[in-house]
């Protein structure tokens, strides 16, 4: 089955810096690449996604790159806001039909003033 | 229009017990997942129903099972508890089965203590 790694755990960043997550999947069949975050005793609620047949996504501060070659994909965030700690998590579609998403550990993100 | 909602959203059992979960979805939705997410680590798949039939299930004990409902609405129960079991469970549910057509929309979960 699919395996997500996903690094670094925690991810610390100055406000105004950017912030960079980074994981890897195994299944080259994988088409569809979710990031999610998820803020204390809160819900994981969707902040971006890719799909395979696309390299690159923007969304104001928040873009995802997909290298489908090498099975990365990332998270970039600019202009960090402390608003943005959070965890962040990326999942992949696992390759049957339906919807089995294959979540990474998590990444802790703190932004400091 | 009211989001996924989950119930209870907090409750504490003791090993050996046995706990339904409940979870309606959105409105118009068809299909519910569940999730276990232990804390500090990523939600793992445990089931998928859409239309009322399995469609998927993850790496989980017989003592897990779930099923929906005729409006689409799935309880989570889980036999003879194990402290292991101690985790938030979260209910998703999106407007098909198929992930690759759409978006999973969580809610805020049942955090279940077993002591």
């Known amino acids: 089955g699919e395996n997500v790694e996903q690094h670094p755990s925690t991810l610390s960043v100055q406000e105004g810096d950017s912030a960079v997550i980074k994981c890897t999947y195994s299944?080259?069949?994988?088409?569809?690449f979710p990031w999610y975050k998820q803020e204390l005793g809160k819900r994981p609620q969707l902040i971006i996604d890719i799909r395979s047949n696309v390299g690159e996504k923007k969304d104001q501060r928040i873009a995802v790159t997909l290298n489908k070659t090498a099975k990365h994909f990332s998270l970039h965030i600019t202009e960090t806001q402390p608003e943005d700690s959070a965890v962040y998590f990326c999942?992949?579609?696992?390759?049957?039909?339906?919807?089995?998403?294959?979540f990474g550990a998590g990444t802790q993100v703190v932004v400091t003033p | 229009d009211a989001g996924v909602t989950q119930s209870p959203t907090h409750l504490i059992k003791t090993r050996g017990q046995h706990v339904t979960l409940r979870c309606s979805p959105i409105?118009?939705?068809?299909?519910v997942s569940w999730y276990q997410q232990v804390l500090g680590q990523g939600p793992q798949f445990i089931f998928q129903y859409y239309e009322k039939e399995e469609r998927g299930r993850g790496n989980f004990p017989d003592r897990f099972s779930a099923r929906q409902f005729p409006n689409y609405s799935s309880e989570l129960n889980v036999n003879a508890l194990l402290l292991g079991d101690s985790a938030l469970y979260l209910c998703?549910?999106?407007?098909?089965?198929?992930?690759?057509?759409?978006?999973?929309?969580f809610g805020e979960g049942s955090r279940l203590t077993v002591l």
């Open positions: 299944d080259s069949a994988s088409n569809y």
């Open positions: 999942a992949a579609i696992l390759t049957d039909s339906w919807g089995k998403l294959q």
């Open positions: 998703a549910s999106s407007a098909t089965g198929v992930l690759n057509t759409g978006e999973l929309f």
């Open positions: 409105s118009g939705h068809k299909s």
